[in-house]
Nanobody, 118 residues
Framework: QVQLVESGGGLVQPGGSLRLSCAAS????????MRWYRQAPGKERELVASITNGAKYADSVKGRFTISRDNAKNTVYLQMSSLKPEDTAVYYC??????????????WGQGTQVTVSS
């Protein structure tokens, strides 16, 4: 069993910054890709950023968000700067995890709320 736990969400003013973390734990052999998604009220879930050996970003966050990972801690981060009200959403992480038994599965975290408002 593998669990992903996000943290770091909250209320921030426009132009501010937040850093999200997502830690994976359990029967992990290795982790391939790690990703951050977000879902705003009434909208579909969208991919924000992903990281394997390199990072990719949605156009809406390029230059403002930075994804990184610490493989020793099985953790992925999302540094968010110059936040806008339209960044308000529940942020979810997911990861492609190869478990100790050998198969690879995609796991999701429970989500963390980010609200950008004055």
């Amino acid at each position: 069993q593998v669990q992903l736990v996000e943290s770091g969400g909250g209320l921030v003013q426009p132009g501010g910054s937040l850093r999200l973390s997502c830690a994976a734990s359990g029967s992990i052999f290795s982790i391939n890709a790690m990703r951050w998604y977000r879902q705003a009220p009434g909208k579909e879930r969208e991919l924000v950023a992903s990281i394997t050996n390199g990072a990719k970003y949605a156009d809406s966050v390029k230059g403002r968000f930075t994804i990184s990972r610490d493989n020793a801690k099985n953790t992925v981060y999302l540094q968010m700067s110059s936040l806008k009200p339209e960044d308000t959403a529940v942020y979810y992480c997911n990861a492609d995890v190869r478990v100790v038994a050998g198969a690879e599965f995609r796991y999701w975290g429970q989500g963390t709320q980010v609200t950008v408002s004055s």
